[in-house]
């Protein structure tokens, strides 16, 4: 089994900056990309920030300019530095991550817990 384990949520002031993290354990031979969505409830789940193995990134529309996403394929891990928020950021955060799981190049996507962000005006 594999798990996804993200930290660094909670409540900020508009302007504020969060980092959010996510550690992936468990039968990984390895991990294709990494990422972030956030969801608000009663709406559908919407990607943040993307970043593939070899680093290549991709961001929302909204995000880009005040959110980087990072890795470290050896720990497994992603982090998603939040800058500048604003009220519309409010959400839970999810991590995901793509992972190989056999030597049968099978892939299954994982999801973390998610992280509330609550930005206040």
């Known amino acids: 089994q594999v798990q996804l384990v993200e930290s660094g949520g909670g409540l900020v002031q508009a302007g504020g900056s969060l980092r959010l993290s996510c550690a992936a354990s468990?039968?990984?031979?390895?991990?294709?990309?990494m990422g972030w969505y956030r969801q608000v409830p009663g709406k559908q789940r919407d990607l943040v920030a993307i970043?593939?193995?070899?680093?290549?990134?991709t961001y929302a529309d909204s995000v880009k300019g005040r959110f980087t996403i990072s890795r470290d394929n050896a720990k497994k891990t992603t982090s998603l530095q939040t800058n500048n928020l604003q009220p519309e950021d409010t959400a839970v955060y999810y991590c995901?991550?793509?992972?190989?799981?056999?030597?049968?190049?099978?892939?299954?996507?994982?999801w973390g817990q998610g992280t509330q962000v609550t930005v206040s005006s």
């Open positions: 995901y991550a793509v992972v190989r799981v056999d030597g049968n190049w099978n892939y299954n996507t994982y």
């Open positions: 468990g039968s990984i031979l390895s991990i294709t990309s």
């Open positions: 970043i593939t193995s070899s680093g290549s990134t």
